[in-house]
């Protein structure tokens, strides 16, 4: 299959796109899209799946097959705690500027959504 011959099952989108220090930016002056924090929120929301579905029964079980640290797991776990709407800006590429991945992982976050957003207004 080519790019210009899309099945059913995809969407072409025509963008000219760069990567430039873990960010993936588009040249039609589109939001960036800091590929670090979709990584670290998707693999969190994906573990959170795996331990409710009972395919794992631990983080730690987790932590053995993915080859991290049992805290690493449960960092990143926490990342399925962030009200919607922030997760959306994420996904849409309209992350605060000065939020990385680092500090998602490293830092504690509110279980509160309105402290969520209160804390990701200090990075804009």
Known sequence: MSVTEPTDQSTFVPLNLKRRAGRLIA???APVHDVNILNVVGRGFYW?????????ASGSDIAKVEG?????????VRMGLLAPDLIEELMAGKQPRRLTA??????????????QRALFERFR
Do not use: A, C, F, K
């Open 48 to 56: 959170q799946d795996l331990l409710d579905t009972g395919v794992y």
């Open 102 to 115: 680092h500090w998602l992982i490293r830092n504690r976050i509110p279980s509160s959504w309105g402290e």
């Open 68 to 76: 991290v640290t049992p805290s690493t797991v449960n960092r990143l």
């Open 27 to 29: 040249d039609s002056g």
